[in-house]
């Protein structure tokens, strides 16, 4: 398999928001962490692109993606009828940004995430944008409600692209994992050869990385401050990625701001 790999941490300063967590513990009534997930941005989809620092962080993560991609387009051998899938997809910022960027590179956006509740967001922004005017080819973002470990278990249809991906971006979604370094080579089955995995996520290495979420977030986040430069390179080497870049384009403060 020869996949190639672009990623980017984010570092985070001054937040007053400290927590703690336990890795793969599961909470309440024995939920996985995919589950606690869930119902966590469930519980937040609605308010979250009305968040004004919720909604500028997104756009800044997404943003350093695209950058990102537009360099790694440069170097694609094939440049149309992108197969691509955005990996927790959110309210779908980072695919709805995609498509209006690289609309004529893309034959089909899979937005995969485990929240209903953000899925129903990204529907309702894709409806508005398209009601205004503002988005063309609205029907090249195809949305799954689904946990991409289990998609072959429940036999979900997202299942039928395995192998096909040309290119994978996911970002802030790592951390909120459980067992990294597995999804990894989860993610690795669903490329084709040559295929690319852009990702952004918490940077260890900086300080106060750990400190990115509030204290109740708990469960939900296996891997408190994210991941050092290393571990990351040590799990795409596991996962058969080779051609691995790394930068830091992204970086937040946050000073009296509740994040989650």
């Not at 869930?38 to 989809?45: L, Y």
């Amino acid at each position: 398999m020869s996949s190639h790999c672009t990623h980017n941490l984010t570092s985070e300063e001054h937040s007053q928001c400290p927590h703690s967590h336990h890795n793969h513990h599961h909470h309440g009534n024995d939920l996985s962490v995919a589950e606690l997930n869930s119902k966590t941005f469930d519980q937040m989809a609605l308010n979250w692109d009305t968040n004004p620092s919720k909604a500028e962080f997104s756009r800044r993560v997404a943003h350093g993606i695209r950058d990102v991609f537009r360099g790694v387009l440069e170097k694609m051998n094939q440049k149309q009828d992108l197969l691509i899938m955005d990996f927790g997809c959110g309210t779908g910022t980072l695919s709805l940004l995609f498509l209006n960027e690289f609309k004529e590179y893309i034959k089909r956006i899979d937005a995969v995430d485990v929240s209903e509740g953000m899925i129903s967001q990204l529907k309702e922004k894709k409806s508005k944008l398209i009601q205004e005017g503002l988005l063309e080819g609205d029907d090249k973002i195809i949305s799954h409600v689904i946990d991409l470990a289990l998609a072959e278990t429940v036999n979900h249809p997202i299942v039928e692209n395995k192998g096909k991906c040309n290119v994978i971006i996911s970002g802030m979604v790592f951390h909120h994992l459980e067992n990294v370094p597995e999804k990894m080579k989860l993610l690795a089955s669903y490329l084709a050869p040559g295929g690319v995995l852009i990702f952004t996520d918490l940077d260890k290495d900086q300080e106060h990385s750990d400190k990115f979420h509030c204290k109740h977030m708990t469960h939900e986040v296996p891997y408190k401050g994210g991941f050092s430069s290393n571990e990351i390179s040590q799990w795409l080497k596991e996962a058969h990625f080779v051609d691995e870049e790394f930068s830091r384009n992204v970086t937040t403060s946050k000073k009296r701001q509740r994040w989650y």
